[in-house]
């Protein structure tokens, strides 16, 4: 049920103010009050401020002119309708400048009355409404910028989280993501263990000062009952979710506020809730890491004990075949010739494996030595076609060399450049057939020497170009597997050449031949 609306008659004379209490009486829904003259009106107005105030002009000790001064001193915004005798107007023009709502000439009926007290109070109802409106679309507004801060910050912390690996940081992390987000005075997180039991991991606390105020429950049973729930749950200033991957869960994540006591809203639950599944994400992926990075570490050593333990028999083996071979003992039937042949050739097959692996696995855990020297690329150029001019020779292909003569030292390892080298050129003669060209050049860069060799070979295509690189990976296409290799040349090229500071890439077409291009650093 609605209010009446509450009426002030400022008016020194009767005959006006008893009129108007009738009327609005005989109308129903005014409650009216009246004063005799503008000082007692403009008490009344201050001490309990009406809806609407009837004001007539002319009074004794305070006219109407003066009581709208005062009004608008007091900053009371109450309508005011003005009543004037015959002959007024111009007065009544002043009194809108002050801000009156209307007016009324003496005589007045009732209806005239009625009416413009609706029109003031319909002004009045609809600013006061525009203005709550905006009030509204204020808070709004506010309310929208702050979630789309939260949003934000949310993302970059989701971003900043999940690309960390190390469990250490991690955890760190993730205490700092929530403090900037929730801001709360401590967080805490706790982690499964192998058993399935929470165990602490890291707890830090943001605000210093004594915990004046206790939770009514444990954290670690805060915790626990979260887990439980798979969902989260407060108690007090103390809140934890659950850090949940899929449906197993591998932590809880708390809040907590024991200096100030202030509980947390509840949009400081679903805050809590979105970190978690990032923080989830992120210590499974820390987790998973750290068991392939062990994995990865077991399997390099592996292979470089398998490498050593092969490489001393195999050495005994080449070492008698070439015994054998230039017969230095019994001499040898054409079919026992040939058969040691074929062992020597596998002995410098397998020999050329196990130096491949070593080098996998030093890169691999970071042991691969480098003697960095300012190197001509001429000089590792020449050793790289001492080694295979004749296989390049065998195969009737021309070789053509474009090195500048004034190029540059570059910042290399020799024998590893050397390596780089004999590895791409060896490429080019293998998948180049007979009478094809072979080109190498060098350019200076932009700080840079350049190397690229170049072929008129098969080609690759784009589909083998994308795993190139790719350790022991191999093309299906029947032109590349009628010659032999490892699967590990490129792969290891390619880290020799950014482990010095370098770049390389590809660049081929079927049928018309590939160029291999890498860059070294100019030496200081």
């Not at 004001?55 to 001064?69: A, I, T, Y």
């Not at 993302?155 to 760190?172: F, M, P, W």
């Not at 071979?325 to 079919?335: A, F, K, N, V, Y």
């Not at 065998?394 to 390596?419: C, G, W, Y």
Request: proline fraction near 4%; aromatic fraction near 6%.
């Amino acid at each position: 049920m609605e209010e009446d609306v509450h009426v002030l008659i400022i008016d020194d004379s009767q005959a006006i103010r008893e009129f108007v209490l009738q009327a609005f009486a005989d109308r129903g829904g005014y409650t009216v009050r009246e004063a005799h003259n503008g000082a007692e009106g403009l008490q009344m107005a201050l001490d309990d401020p009406p809806d609407l105030i009837l004001l007539d002009f002319e009074m004794p000790r305070m006219d109407g002119s003066q009581v709208v001064d005062a009004l608008n001193e007091h900053q009371v915004d109450v309508p005011v309708i003005l009543i004037t005798s015959h002959g007024s107007e111009a007065i009544a023009v002043d009194f809108f400048r002050k801000g009156v709502k209307d007016y009324m000439s003496k005589p007045f009926t009732a209806e005239e009355m009625y009416v413009a007290v609706e029109r003031a109070l319909t002004d009045v109802r609809l600013r006061r409404e525009k203005e709550i409106l905006t009030q509204n679309l204020a808070l709004a507004n506010e309310e929208l910028h702050r979630r789309v801060r939260e949003l934000d910050a949310l993302y970059g912390v989701g971003k900043s989280v999940t690309s960390l690996l190390s469990r250490e940081q991690l955890l760190e992390r993730i205490l700092d993501a929530v403090f900037y987000v929730i801001g709360a005075e401590e967080a805490s997180l706790m982690l499964v263990d192998e058993s399935g039991r929470l165990r602490p991991a890291v707890h830090r606390q943001r605000v210093p000062g004594e915990a004046h105020h206790t939770a009514h429950r444990a954290a670690e049973e805060l915790a626990a009952d979260a887990v439980r729930k798979r969902d989260a749950t407060a108690s007090g200033s103390m809140l934890y979710a659950p850090l949940k991957v899929g449906e197993r869960v591998v932590g809880a994540i708390g809040l907590g506020n024991p200096v100030s006591g202030r509980p947390f809203a509840s949009h400081n639950r679903q805050l809590l809730l979105a970190l978690a599944d990032y923080a989830a994400i992120a210590i499974e992926n820390a987790r998973l890491y750290e068991e392939v990075r062990q994995a990865d570490q077991a399997k390099s050593e592996f292979v470089s004990f398998v490498a050593h333990e092969l490489g001393t028999p195999l050495t005994s083996i080449r070492g008698y075949t070439d015994v054998l071979l230039r017969g230095l003992s019994d001499p040898l039937t054409p079919q026992q010739q040939q058969f040691i042949s074929v062992v020597h050739s596998n002995v410098e097959r397998m020999q050329i494996l196990l130096s491949d692996l070593r080098d996998i696995s030093r890169i691999e855990t970071g042991h691969m030595k480098l003697n960095t020297e300012p190197t001509p690329l001429t000089d590792a150029l020449k050793d790289a076609l001492e080694a295979t001019r004749g296989q390049i020779e065998a195969r009737a292909q021309e070789l053509t060399l474009e090195i500048p003569e004034n190029l540059p030292k570059v910042s290399a390892d020799p024998a590893r450049l050397t390596q780089i080298l004999i590895n791409l050129i060896s490429n080019a003669y293998k998948y180049t057939p007979e009478g094809g060209r072979i080109r190498v050049q060098a350019s200076h860069q932009n700080g840079y020497v350049r190397c690229d060799v170049s072929d008129t070979g098969i080609g690759i295509s784009p589909e083998d170009q994308e795993h190139l690189f790719t350790k022991f990976f191999r093309s299906e296409d029947p032109a590349v597997r009628e010659n032999q290799g490892t699967g590990l040349g490129l792969c290891i090229v390619k880290s020799l050449v950014e482990l010095q500071g370098g770049r390389i890439e590809v660049e081929s077409q079927i049928g018309e031949g590939t160029t291999f291009g890498f860059t070294m650093p100019i030496a200081a």
